[in-house]
């Protein structure tokens, strides 16, 4: 069964350094998402993004982040100069249509920043 | 701003005692409510989506309900393989323009005992 990948599993840095976060969707999927969850927290929408470009986003996701699709098959999630409340479990999802579609999440990346 | 509330929040049950998780939403013009299962450390596994009042989506010992103001998940005789937080989000908006994402709730952890 086809599914969502996303590397690595965990991430350690620094506070202030940039990371780049990786998913591969679903193979025939167009519309793809970032979540993010917060320890003991909410699972919380990022950002989606279709045809090389962003659709939506939230409030959450500011200046420092940024998504890019750079090849047929990655999307990645950058965070240009991370901070401590970055700290999280960030998930890819992918769909295959916009409307009432089905998004299926990836394993999720735990990012920590020391 | 689309709300989704989830009761109870945890929830311990014996092995073969069924019962139900109350996801309560409000929203602009619902498009779909999904269930998704949680382990710990993992991403979300799409269980069920649901996209009007009255619509019953049934799998082995899960089934999930719809009205117009909240969704039920039923489980039946449980096993402690169930035992998971199920999360409840929702789509909502209307017309073409409208976005895609998905507003969670805080979940229901459920724990079966053997």
């Known amino acids: 069964e086809p599914e969502v990948t996303q590397t690595p599993s965990h991430q350690v840095t620094q506070m202030g350094q940039e990371v780049i976060l990786r998913c591969v969707p679903i193979?025939?999927?167009?519309?793809f998402y970032w979540y993010r969850q917060i320890l003991g927290q909410k699972v919380e929408f990022l950002v989606s993004?279709?045809?090389?470009?962003?659709?939506?986003k939230s409030e959450i996701f500011d200046d420092q982040f940024s998504v890019e699709r750079p090849d047929g098959s990655n999307f990645t999630l950058k965070i240009r100069s991370t901070k401590l409340e970055d700290s999280a479990m960030y998930f890819c999802?992918?769909?295959?249509?916009?409307?009432?579609?089905?998004?299926?999440f990836g394993p999720g990346t735990r990012l920590t920043v020391l | 701003e689309d709300q989704v509330t989830q009761s109870p929040e945890a929830l311990r049950l014996q092995e073969g005692e069924s019962s139900s998780l109350n996801c309560s939403y409000t929203v602009s013009g619902l498009r779909g409510l999904f269930w998704y299962r949680q382990d710990p450390g993992k991403g979300p596994e799409f269980l069920f989506t649901?996209?009007?009042a009255g619509e019953e989506k049934e799998k082995e010992r899960l089934k999930a309900t719809l009205t117009k103001k909240e969704s039920f998940l039923h489980i039946t005789a449980p096993k402690p393989e169930d035992s998971a937080t199920y999360l409840c989000a929702v789509q909502a908006g209307e017309g073409k323009t409208s976005g895609s994402r998905l507003t969670f709730g805080e979940g229901t952890q459920l724990t079966v005992n053997p």
């Open positions: 649901l996209y009007s």
């Open positions: 993004f279709y045809n090389n470009e962003i659709s939506e």
């Open positions: 193979s025939n999927h167009l519309y």
């Open positions: 999802a992918s769909s295959d249509s916009w409307v009432l579609n089905t998004q299926y």
